[in-house]
Structure formats: structure tokens, C-alpha cells
T-cell receptor, first 111, second 113 residues
Framework: EDQVTQSPEALRLQEGESSSLNCSYT??????LFWYRQDPGKGPEFLFT???AGEEKEKERLKATLTKKESFLHITAPKPEDSATYLC????????????FGKGTRLSVIA | DAGITQSPRHKVTETGTPVTLRCHQT?????MYWYRQDPGHGLRLIHY???????DKGEVSDGYSVSRSKTEDFLLTLESATSSQTSVYFC????????????FGPGTRLLVL
């Protein structure tokens, strides 16, 4: 059974204090790994898709990396506006299988 | 932002009544999905569609039905609402099903009394 575990459940950072969020996954064959950001009362907002081990993608203060067993979302010098819940999801091969989501990491960045 | 709207955005209903939620897209994407999000569970797939009149069940499909008569609209029906169906419901779309990013709507908050 495909599984996604995100850690920590919640993370509190001071503004400027860099850290990483973890997404561990178990899947028969990885088609893609997805990172989303979700603000309270809103739908998930797409951040990144990673397809193969060693792949990295960046957007502003965020950088996502992928290994064969886990993905990290690195947050460099976070700002209060980075506060949100970050969701990780995987899709297994063959294509068209449903996404499996983790429960998310709730990030709070304090000024 | 992907052109996805959901209606209604909020609904309060009573146990035993039927409820229909609507998802409308302007992107002409082939795939559409319905998820529910509950504390402690994350997002779980209810049903999805891979074309007009083509649908399939997800992880938590019991008590739900769907219909897709047009590319742009995907309806989720709770046949007889129960308190366990109190949740936030999200619609998502993708152009293909395999490895393609899913884009989410704003959600519908449903309370079943």
C-alpha cells in the first residue's frame, strides 16, 4: 500500500531561521512527487513536482529535493508570509493512479 | 490561478437530505477529482472522472455518487447526508492523469447536522 508520512506535524520558526520539512514515502514505483501549500480556508496551491531521485526545484525561499525514499522542502530565511500547511503527495506507476497525500506540516514563522 | 470554481462555498444541511456540490472548470482539462479533507486524515480521494460520463471510485466513495455530463462540470452528490460526511470538499483538475499536476479549487465547507 502506498504511504506518505510528513514530519514534523508542526514547526515554529523565527523569521530568518532556515529549516526543512520531510516527506517520507513508500510506493511501488514513483510516477511523481508533489508539494503543495495550503493557507487556512483555501485550497492547496501547487508548488513543485519532482519525478526522479536527485531532482531539485526552487522557488523563492523554497527548495524541494528528492531521494528514492523521501523528499525535503527546504525553507531558507523564512518570512511570516511563509506560514501555511505544506502538503506532500505521491503518485505511483502506472499512470492514472490516484495521488496519496500526507497529513501535512503546519509551519508558523514568527516575526 | 487555474479556473476552478466550486458551489456552494458553504452549506449546512440535515441528516438524511440529499446534497449536490458542483465543480466548474474553464481549463478544458480532461481529469477532474473530488477530495475530502478532515483533521488527522489529510486529503482523501472520493471519486474522479477521466472524461465525459467516465468516472471511477476513490478511497472513500461509499455514500457518494458523481456525474459528468460536460467537460467543464463535475457534480458530487451525497445521496443521504450523514454527520460523518461533515467535511471540507475540494475539487481538482489535471490535463492528464499520469504524473500531471492537479490544481485545486477553493473548497466547499459542508456541515451535516
Amino acid at each position: 500500500e502506498d504511504q506518505v508520512t510528513q514530519s514534523p506535524e508542526a514547526l515554529r520558526l523565527q523569521e530568518g531561521e532556515s529549516s526543512s520539512l520531510n516527506c517520507s514515502y513508500t510506493v511501488s514505483g514513483l510516477r511523481g512527487l508533489f508539494w503543495y501549500r495550503q493557507d487556512p480556508g483555501k485550497g492547496p496551491e501547487f508548488l513543485f513536482t519532482l519525478y526522479s531521485a536527485g531532482e531539485e526545484k526552487e522557488k523563492e525561499r523554497l527548495k524541494a529535493t528528492l531521494t528514492k525514499k523521501e523528499s525535503f522542502l527546504h525553507i531558507t530565511a523564512p518570512k511570516p508570509e511563509d506560514s501555511a500547511t505544506y502538503l506532500c503527495a505521491v503518485q505511483a506507476n502506472p499512470g492514472n493512479t490516484p495521488l496519496v497525500f500526507g497529513k501535512g506540516t503546519r509551519l508558523s514563522v514568527i516575526a | 490561478d487555474a479556473g476552478i470554481t466550486q458551489s456552494p462555498r458553504h452549506k449546512v444541511t440535515e441528516t438524511g437530505t440529499p446534497v449536490t456540490l458542483r465543480c466548474h472548470q474553464t481549463e478544458n482539462h480532461r481529469y477532474m477529482y473530488w477530495y475530502r479533507q478532515d483533521p488527522g486524515h489529510g486529503l482523501r480521494l472520493i471519486h474522479y472522472s477521466y472524461g465525459v460520463k467516465d468516472t471511477d471510485k476513490g478511497e472513500v466513495s461509499d455514500g457518494y455518487s458523481v456525474s459528468r455530463s460536460k467537460t467543464e462540470d463535475f457534480l458530487l452528490t451525497l445521496e443521504s447526508a450523514t454527520s460523518s460526511q461533515t467535511s471540507v470538499y475540494f475539487c481538482a483538475i489535471s490535463s492528464t492523469g499520469g504524473g500531471e499536476t492537479q490544481y485545486f479549487g477553493p473548497g466547499t465547507r459542508l456541515l451535516v447536522l
